[in-house]
């Protein structure tokens, strides 16, 4: 990878014309909200997560404030996926996978108990890797499936179909085939799409695993700019390989490695400030593309 | 425009096999054709032997009520038909399908996706061990034991829905039913179309699975939003399969169902057969010309449990296409 451009995040986000008074809106970015410990937002305190006896992630704390773009960022293997799907309660699923710690949302540990989690997943949504619309629905069928799923009734169902997908990017170019199946979509177009599905629920927080890991270019940045766009209205969480794009979309940065042992976080920070003053040497390494 | 002459000469392309490939291939290719030729035979040699019933009786031979061979110097006196015994066989095979498809479907489901690990290998081994188990044994099991039960379900059954005419039996004599055949065959070929289900449900996509938890669906709902639209296809072509065996069914049948030559449509009551069971049953004692009869009605079942057998594994291929 190229020396990544280390400029300011309002630099980059100027190349792919995004509203520059969104760009520039720094009053809720500050360092000081990755510490806040509030009743706002997600946050995780000494998280672990183990697959049977591999532990795969070890004591991580992190804070996600209100409406603001937090990208995970680290070589594979580091556990970023892990924790993401520890967020909204996905890593259960997973045969064996065991995990320690606290994820509070709003304040309120999201494993306990009295927490039911279906009810939880509505609120954290997710978006995956792989584009994976439903394949026996149509585009707008697709849109409102976590509505039907959650037995969710709607009495405007075109009209949350039109607004998820205008606030997914996707509208103006699916709005005359709503009828057609999410395949024939092209791939960035699928993963609006699924983008668009997971905002039908309305969720507070959203969380993306590497969603342009599949996609061309174009498509990226399509999907980046719907990114931006949403965090205006909801916290996200975004994992990514891809360095320029971290600098991209994100206002805060967490950094995770693995190094033989359990991955963990190495330091989270203002993006702006992991990319061009980071506190471990390991982080300047990583972001500069001198290994992963 | 290129000249011809222009137009390089096209070099031939050998593929060359080495010699291990050559046998291998010359072993493969024949067994392959053997099973073809097996077919073709078993094919060729019903219709030689029953060609002269098809001559005399035409399309008659097929949907006839009546099965009387007459004088027995004289075959222009025989009146032979397998209408009756053939709707039998579809009514019960119906029947079977009827009863054992929901079942197979929420036996796979459990096994693949609510079962602890356990259980599951229990499970699967005991249905294989099912499909294992001689027909005779299930026919005797059925005569004894499922008989009385299935004769206590009909006398409710004929009283609270005997304005259904399927379901009416004048006659009062229940015993020996379609009913009881079906309620058996259903039991032989819920472990074909469970096996079939299982393997088709288990691999639904995981990953779309995953975003049905991730929308807040229950399992249930993933369940029900794509594990089972996409084993559709898979599970008609299970219950094909299990069609095909229902409908070349002999000894259960033989054993559960009292051959009456009357199409039946009444199948809580003591009268059916399917054609299978009328050929064990007349074989032993048959005429030439009768004979030469069963071998004909062979022919047609043959042809049928053919025909269900390429449907199904024309949708089985069809829906891993899709995959």
């Not at chain 1, 946050?43 to 937090?70: C, I, M, Q, Y």
């Not at chain 1, 799923?149 to 405007?156: A, F, M, P, R, V």
């Not at chain 2, 005779?136 to 008989?147: M, Q, S």
């Not at chain 2, 399917?274 to 004979?291: C, D, M, P, Q, R």
């Amino acid at each position: 990878m190229d020396t990544p451009n280390l400029e300011t995040k309002e630099v980059i986000n100027s190349n792919i014309q995004m509203e520059p008074t969104v760009m520039n809106d720094t009053t809720r970015r500050n360092a000081d909200n990755l510490e806040a410990k509030g009743e706002s937002g997600l946050e995780t305190r000494g998280v672990h997560a183990w697959f049977d006896k591999h532990h795969a992630l070890a004591d991580v704390s992190l804070h996600f404030p209100e409406n603001t773009v937090t990208g995970l960022i680290g070589p594979s293997g580091c556990g970023k996926s892990t924790f993401l799907r520890l967020l909204n309660r996905m890593h259960e699923f997973i045969p064996k996978a065991a995990m320690a710690g606290q994820v509070l949302f709003e304040g309120n540990d999201i494993y306990a108990d009295d927490v039911n989690a279906i009810d939880m997943r509505r609120r954290i949504g997710m978006v995956f890797q792989k584009p994976n619309p439903f394949p026996a629905m149509n585009i707008g069928e697709n849109v409102v499936a976590g509505l039907k799923l959650s037995k969710i009734k709607s009495d405007n169902k075109d009209e949350v179909i039109e607004d998820c997908l205008t606030r997914a990017g996707l509208w103006n170019e699916v709005k005359d085939r709503l009828k057609s199946p999410g395949g024939s979509l092209s791939g960035g177009q699928q993963q609006r799409l699924c983008i668009a599905r997971s905002l039908a629920l309305k969720p507070d927080v959203l969380l993306l695993d590497e969603p342009c890991s599949a996609l061309d270019p174009g498509s990226t940045l399509r999907v980046e700019e719907t990114i931006v766009q949403l965090s205006e209205s909801m916290t996200i969480v975004i994992v990514t390989h891809n360095m320029q794009q971290a600098a991209r979309v994100s206002d805060y940065c967490a950094f995770f490695l693995s190094d033989g042992g359990p991955g963990h976080l190495v330091e989270a920070d203002l993006t702006t400030s992991i990319f061009s003053n980071p506190k471990d040497t390991r982080t300047a390494d990583y972001v500069q593309g001198r290994f992963g | 425009m290129i000249q011809d002459d222009l137009v390089p000469q096209h070099r031939k392309l050998v593929s060359s096999y080495t010699l291990v490939d050559r046998i291998f291939r010359r072993v493969i290719t024949t067994g392959g054709l053997f099973s073809l030729v097996i077919l073709g035979l078993i094919g060729a040699f019903l219709l030689y032997r029953g060609f002269e019933i098809f001559s005399d009786f035409g399309f008659s031979f097929i949907t006839g009520e009546v099965w009387n061979i007459g004088d027995p110097m004289d075959t222009s006196t025989a009146v032979l038909g397998i209408g009756a015994m053939l709707m039998g066989s579809v009514i019960t095979s119906v029947i079977a399908i009827v009863i054992a498809v929901p079942c197979a479907i929420a036996v796979a489901l459990f096994i693949e996706y609510y079962s602890p690990k356990r259980l599951r290998l229990i499970l699967t081994a005991v249905l294989d061990l099912v499909a294992a188990i001689p027909s005779v044994i299930f026919g005797i099991w059925g005569y004894a034991v499922l008989l009385p039960i299935i004769e206590d379900w009909s006398v409710p059954l004929e009283r609270w829905l005997d304005f259904i005419p399927i379901f009416s039996v004048p006659s009062g004599i229940f015993g020996r039913s379609p009913f009881l055949a079906g309620v058996l065959l259903a039991l032989m070929v819920i472990p074909i179309v469970t096996s079939v289900a299982r393997e088709v449900y288990s691999q639904a996509p995981r990953d779309l699975i995953d975003a049905s938890y991730a929308l807040g669906g229950t399992r249930w709902g993933a369940i029900r939003n794509v594990v089972i639209p996409f084993g559709r296809s898979g599970l008609v072509g299970g219950a094909m399969l299990g069609l095909g065996r229902a409908l070349g069914e002999t000894v259960a049948v033989y054993l559960t169902l009292n051959l009456v030559f009357d199409i039946n449509f009444r199948i809580l009551g003591s009268a059916g057969g399917n054609v299978a069971s009328l050929i064990a049953t007349k074989f032993g004692e048959a005429t030439e010309y009768e004979l030469k009869a069963l071998m004909a009605a062979g022919l047609v079942l043959f042809l049928v449990t053919l025909l269900v057998n390429f449907m199904a594994s024309f949708i089985v291929n069809r829906s891993r296409k899709i995959l």
